[in-house]
Antibody, heavy 122, light 110 residues
């Protein structure tokens, strides 16, 4: 079964750090771009970042640039999102999601994880 | 990058057709054929319904179709069914190589 499973969410104080993980199974992880998307409670989807298949290229939303770092370990079929200098407005469910096209980029997300909740509060 | 503009809500009766619009600019929707649509039920992860403007992933009924004209993309659902009720989001690639989503449209099947 093609699957993405996020972990690492939790409660953190403003200014703190957290590292999210996303473990892939059921497909050739190293062939696909992966995105992070977040959704604040009761709000819409917001794109956070994406990484290319070999991890050599990343892009970030302006709201997280300089604070969040996306990386991947293709040997472990795992994706990471290192989140630093967290703010209350970063509170959300964070999803990792696979781009549909193997080997290239269609700027879409066809396989989603179940999400992990990050709460930034004192 | 500002969010794409979607109507907050649309509704239709079973069997009818509805269209959800998604308006952007020449820096996103108008500039690329990378528009996607997602369906989301409360408390669940989104599901891809349309990608690259009009392509349907396998398993998505052909009642769902996508199109684009200028800076506006559209999702049409024909033969509306009760199970189509949920929230729909559009997204697009942008000139800064990022992705922007719409604010979401709640579809009610009357």
């Amino acid at each position: 079964e093609v699957q993405l499973v996020e972990s690492g969410g939790g409660l953190v104080q403003p200014g703190g750090s957290l590292r999210l993980s996303c473990e892939a199974s059921g497909f050739t992880f190293s062939s696909y771009f992966i995105h992070w998307v977040r959704q604040a409670p009761g709000k819409g989807l917001v794109w956070v970042s994406r990484i290319n298949s070999d991890g050599s290229s990343t892009r970030y939303a302006d709201s997280v640039k300089g604070r969040f770092t996306m990386s991947r370990d293709n040997a472990k079929n795992t994706l990471y999102l290192q989140m630093n200098s967290l703010r209350a407005e970063d509170t959300a469910v964070y999803y990792c999601a696979r781009d549909p096209r193997s080997g290239t980029y269609s700027v879409a997300m066809d396989v989603w994880g179940q999400g992990t909740t990050v709460t930034v509060s004192s | 990058q500002s969010a794409l503009t979607q109507p907050a809500s649309v509704s239709g009766s079973p069997g009818q057709s509805i269209t959800i619009s998604c308006t952007g600019t020449s820096s996103d929707i108008g500039g690329y054929n990378y528009v996607s649509w997602y369906q989301q039920y409360p408390g669940k992860a989104p599901k891809l319904m349309i990608y690259e403007v009009s392509k349907r992933p396998s398993g998505v009924p052909d009642r769902f179709s996508g199109s684009k004209s200028g800076n506006t993309a559209s999702l049409t659902i024909s033969g509306l069914q009760a199970e189509d009720e949920g929230e729909y989001f559009c997204s697009s690639f942008t000139t800064t190589s990022t992705v922007v989503f719409g604010g979401g449209t709640k579809l009610t099947v009357l």
